[in-house]
């Protein structure tokens, strides 16, 4: 009776005790309580032990392959968060540079939108401009690009050149069509960007065809007069070799 008893509270032991602890301590105190020269007892303490030790192995194996998994969600979790860091700030630097370039080409004064619009202007206020394109009263000029064979890819935006001069400065070569009713003419100038914010014409020439070209804006550089040298004067006002008859 005694020793079924023992089987008894083993198996207690095994169902209701998930702690290691706890087992190990309800173990040592039926211990105690059975008698030392019962074998069923002494057998049931082995298995006992044995359930310990190998429940105890099975919970390091647990751990070990827990820390393992950590490691590589970790390791997972610090790529992903890389991965989207760089992405977030490539397309935040692009954005970045789209927006400088639209707003350098529509709001900045040395835009090519806003030397194109200025170049147009003062087209239309010259007078002999006016003259040479015949344009009616209270009519404005048409302005395009470089025309194609096909009609519809008139209106292209307008292409300009941009080099740094031996002053040191942006110059901005451009070239574009004006139209009235009767008359075309071809717009060609030269602009200097002093700065993003200020910008000066060169020269802006009118070219219309049957007629004098026709500077709006004249050549900042002082025109040179040439003449036709005498051909008895020599280099430097002195004939040079032998004296003639």
């Known amino acids: ?44 303490m082995n298995v006992g032990m044995r359930f310990n030790s190998t429940k105890s192995s099975s919970s390091q194996s ?3 392959s827990q820390t393992k998994s950590s490691f590589f969600n ?21 954005a970045c540079i789209v927006i400088y370039l639209v707003i350098a080409e529509i709001a900045f004064p040395s835009g090519d939108t806003q030397t194109f619009n200025r170049a147009v202007k003062l087209v239309e206020d010259d007078p002999v401009a006016a003259k040479l394109l015949r344009v009616e009263e209270g009519t404005r000029l048409k302005a395009y690009g470089e025309t194609g064979s096909d009609k519809w890819t008139r209106n292209r935006p307008i292409s300009s050149v941009r080099r740094v001069g031996l002053d040191g400065k942006e110059h901005v070569l ?10 075309h003419g071809v717009v060609q100038l030269e602009a200097i960007d002093d700065s993003y914010f200020k910008q000066e014409f060169s020269y802006i020439a009118l ?13 900042k550089v002082p025109e040179k007069r040439f003449r036709i040298k005498d051909p008895n004067t020599g280099f430097l006002g002195v004939k040079w070799g032998p004296k003639k008859d």
């Open 174 to 183: 451009m070239r574009f069509h004006v139209e009235s009713k009767t008359k």
């Open 62 to 64: 647990q751990k070990s």
């Open 207 to 219: 070219d219309v065809p049957g007629e004098d070209r026709h500077f709006v804006v004249g050549p």
């Open 1 to 44: 009776m005694r020793s079924f008893l023992g089987i008894r509270a083993y198996h207690n032991v095994f169902r209701t005790h998930a702690s290691q602890k706890e087992a190990a301590k309800t173990l040592i105190l039926l211990r105690k309580n059975l008698n030392a020269n019962n074998v069923y007892g002494i057998r049931f």
């Open 74 to 94: 970790r390791l997972s979790r610090a790529i992903t968060f890389s991965a989207s860091s760089i992405l977030v700030l490539g397309a935040a630097g692009l």
